[in-house]
């Protein structure tokens, strides 16, 4: 029986090591993407391509306000994009706070000092 059992755990060991590996393998090639995309843009800051590559892998990870100046600078090379546009909507609509807040102010005013008055002379 302890055979059996011991059997188990191993494979058990194994799968869990296979799915570890199996996650751990396309986080590290994005990493390396980002990383790479990362160096050649500041190299040229300019490129679309370039930033619209970076600005998706790090809005992938959630790094939103990354993702929206680097939409930003790529508008501002082709503002007639209509993807870039859309993409760049999405990410500034998920920087709004979700709540709306309204202020609203009133009273009087008045002015004490006499040169600040209208019609005031300041020779008198």
């Known amino acids: 029986m302890g055979g059996v059992r011991g059997s188990m755990r191993s494979l058990f060991c194994l799968l869990t090591i296979a799915m570890v590996a199996a996650v751990a393998m396309p986080l590290r090639a994005a990493a390396d993407e980002l990383a790479s995309v990362f160096d050649r843009l500041l190299s040229n800051p300019d490129d679309p391509a370039l930033n619209i590559r970076y600005a998706e892998l790090v809005e992938a990870r959630g790094d939103t306000r990354k993702a929206l100046g680097a939409y930003e600078r790529a508008l501002a090379r082709d503002p007639n994009n209509p993807e870039l546009r859309r993409a760049y909507r999405r990410v500034k609509r998920r920087l709004q706070p979700s709540v709306t807040s309204w202020t609203w102010e009133s009273g009087a005013s008045w002015e004490t000092n006499p040169l600040q008055l ?7």
């Open 118 to 124: 209208p019609g005031s002379d300041a020779r008198r």
